[in-house]
């Protein structure tokens, strides 16, 4: 049953519409946008939407998801879009829902947003600061181009009485979630959002703060603007010498945010300088614990004693003698990793939240060079971080647009804003029409890439991941080269950190097991794809009593100039260091005829194609034509495809009844399935 109600405009705060398949609200709240889809015995619904932009028919919305298991609250899902948002803006929609796996969908939707929902207006917070005798040293701007800089002790007041601000918060928003820092700036007009660990939105003030200050004291501002999600905003930070007092309290340091600040106190310094911020507090030694960073929404502050490498974005210093480097944690990387010692933390990701500054989703249908079954999208149902965990999970793109969409619909993906565009249009990735010969791919996954967000040439690099768990279903986590400098793949070279298949019961030929208890690692090169020797750096590890699928496990590489070398669980596996003829003559390509591409390479490095800079990507793929051989066997039924077959996505889905029930989409919200990573970490070592 189909149900097309068009051009129902409500102006009210939450928005009903109506229809055979429920009645979703839709919401305007702080974060974003609330909405809310009544169960009514569905077993999963799927909802698109554009904002202010047509959406026909059953097109793919810009913003969409999938509300199944855990979205529930009592009888409804509710999700909550991290969207900017304001009152009048008109949604376009249409929901599919699934009930005994029978679809049905609601099409031509249009709604306008209310006012916002859970909002208060103008609050007055006193806060009471306590400065204790403190040496603050400042450094004061001159006419001139030079600096001065002076020493004043500042005693504390014979009353010991506090020196009281008052805070007038008038609330502004909506705002973007994803920071976990509480920043203030200023003693006029600052920003200030605060987003605690286990809310998901940030709340942003105006602060107007009227400071009492000890006679005979001396301060300086320091202005500068910055620039907000929602255009610019003015930021102001307070440095003082003398008996003054702002935003200061006991042994700890509240940070300040904008385009530079000072700020000291108690026992605790901290400096921060251009488009960066700091959060130090504690006991430190009279500011012997120095730091700078830039840090982003999606980042933590700290406290504790000394303490700089917990949740700190881009910071670098020392602190009690631990050597953090500049650390990348959520934003994207700065190269001035300002490492002291060796081996120097670059880049730590404990998946906290997805950082989408870090980690770019790939949007395509193509397959990439093997004719994969799937296509790429972001989609919180695919990829999405819980509990400290990366999930990516592959899913039936039927569940989105029913089964006759495979064979009769399009599937556009060229997007139009950001990072909903798509990515590649090699093998026709951006658009695709299906018929019942040539389906469209039939499964919904993610690809993820650090291309923007985080780049390196050397180190190494360590991954705790889970693999998943069914048939045909093939992850990667590896690392392809940001600027391709030798030419086109694999001419540029790829590391494979890891790759497996899911199967239970797959073998080869000669019947060793190539199922989910065998993982392989391995190098591509080559001067073009037909001469890819990645033979001759492959490795495969076995495990016996145990499948890759049952626990988490360490998967590392180290690389410099001389080798590299796989390992996991902390036991090298397979190591690759080419003689003086480098992978030229390590992989036996002398006697090809063909142009070494990296003869003249520019390092004159004999560890060429892999001397430039590599960024890594995390992959769940199904099918395709090059890694499940026809030759090799799977248990308890044949592989459904041939791989020269003009056939093999329509083979390979006419064959769901087999494989999909080994993914096992009814237990654990089908997380049996994903890839799931709990945290990425790479160390420079020299």
């Known amino acids: 049953m189909v149900v097309s109600v068009r051009s129902l405009v409500f102006f009210l705060g939450i928005v009903h519409l109506t229809g055979g398949i429920g009645s979703p609200t839709f919401q305007l709240v702080p974060n974003g946008i609330k909405v809310s889809v009544p169960v009514q015995g569905y077993d999963r619904s799927t909802i698109h939407f554009n904002i202010n932009k047509q959406l026909n028919g059953i097109e793919a919305g810009e913003h969409t998801h999938e509300f199944f298991g855990y979205d529930k609250s009592g009888d409804h899902w509710e999700y909550t879009f991290p969207l900017a948002a304001k009152q009048g803006d008109v949604i376009n929609y249409w929901i599919w829902g699934e009930q005994n796996s ?375 986590i590896k690392m392809l080269p940001k600027w391709s400098s030798y030419g086109r793949w694999p001419a540029s070279g790829e590391i494979d950190i890891v790759e497996a298949r899911g199967n239970m019961n797959y073998k080869d030929s000669n019947g060793v097991t190539k199922a989910v208890d065998s993982i392989q690692s391995s190098l591509h090169f080559g001067p073009s794809p037909q001469h890819d020797k990645t033979a001759k750096a492959t490795v495969e590890k076995i495990l016996t009593s145990s499948t890759f699928a049952d626990n988490f496990h360490k998967f590392s590489i180290e690389w410099d100039d001389k080798h590299i070398s796989f390992s996991v669980d902390g036991v090298e596996i397979l190591k690759s260091e080419p003689s003086q003829g480098g992978f030229w003559e390590m992989g036996g390509l002398n006697s090809t005829g063909l142009t070494n591409p990296w003869h003249a390479n520019v390092g004159g490095s004999t560890m060429a194609p892999f001397d430039q800079e590599f960024y890594l990507v995390l992959d769940v793929a199904v099918g395709g034509t090059t890694f499940f051989p026809d030759p090799w066997m799977n248990f308890p039924y044949p592989k459904p495809w041939r791989d020269a077959s003009d056939f093999a996505v329509r083979d390979f889905w006419q064959a769901r009844h087999l494989w999909h029930p080994t993914w096992s989409p009814q237990i654990n919200n089908g997380e049996n399935a994903a890839l799931q990573i709990n945290y990425i970490k790479v160390w420079k070592m020299k």
Not at 200 to 225: A, D, F, G, L, Q
Not at 313 to 333: D, E, F, R, Y
Not at 400 to 415: I, K, V
């Open 102 to 476: 029978q679809g049905e969908k609601l099409t031509g939707q249009t709604i306008t947003l209310g006012p916002m929902v859970g909002m208060s207006t103008t609050s007055t917070v006193p806060t009471t600061i306590t400065i204790p005798s403190t040496t603050i040293s400042t450094t004061t701007p001159l006419a001139s181009t030079t600096t001065a800089t002076s020493t004043t002790t500042v005693p504390p007041t014979t009353s010991n009485a506090p020196t009281t601000t008052n805070l007038t918060t008038s609330t502004m928003a909506p705002f973007i979630p994803g920071s976990n820092i509480t920043t203030i700036s200023g003693n006029l007009n600052s920003t200030v959002s605060i987003r605690g660990k286990n809310t998901s939105y940030s709340t942003p003030s105006v602060i107007s703060i009227n400071t009492t200050i000890v006679p005979n004291s001396n301060s300086s501002n320091n202005n500068s603007s910055g620039h907000s999600p929602f255009g610019n905003s003015t930021h102001s930070s307070n440095h003082m010498s003398g008996n003054s007092s702002n935003n200061m309290s006991g042994n700890s340091s509240n940070h300040m945010s904008g385009n530079s600040s000072n700020h000291m106190s108690g026992n605790s310094s901290n400096h921060m300088s251009g488009n960066s911020s700091n959060h130090m507090s504690g006991n430190s030694s009279n500011g012997n614990v120095t730091g700078s960073s830039n840090i982003t929404l999606g980042s933590t502050s700290n406290s504790g004693a000394n303490n700089m490498t917990s949740n700190v974005q881009n910071g670098t210093g020392t602190a009690n003698g631990l050597n953090v480097g500049s650390i990348n944690k959520g934003s994207c990387c700065n190269k001035d990793y300002n490492c002291q010692q060796y081996p120097c933390l670059i880049f730590d990701d404990e998946f906290d939240i997805l950082n989408h500054c870090v980690w770019e989703h790939e949007i395509t249908a193509g397959g990439n060079r093997d004719s994969e079954f799937q296509y790429y999208t972001n989609n919180r149902t695919n990829s999405y971080v819980r509990n400290g965990i990366l999930y990516i999970k592959p899913t039936l793109t039927s569940d989105h647009y029913g089964e006759s969409f495979l064979t009769s619909g399009t599937l556009d993906l060229w997007g139009g804003f950001n990072d909903e565009e798509c990515t590649s249009n090699a093998y026709s990735g951006c658009k695709r029409t299906g018929s019942v010969a040539h389906p469209i791919n039939p499964i919904q996954s993610a690809r993820l890439r650090s291309k923007r967000g985080f780049s390196f040439k050397y180190g190494k690099v360590e991954v705790e991941a889970k693999m998943p768990k069914g048939d045909w279903i093939w992850p990667a």
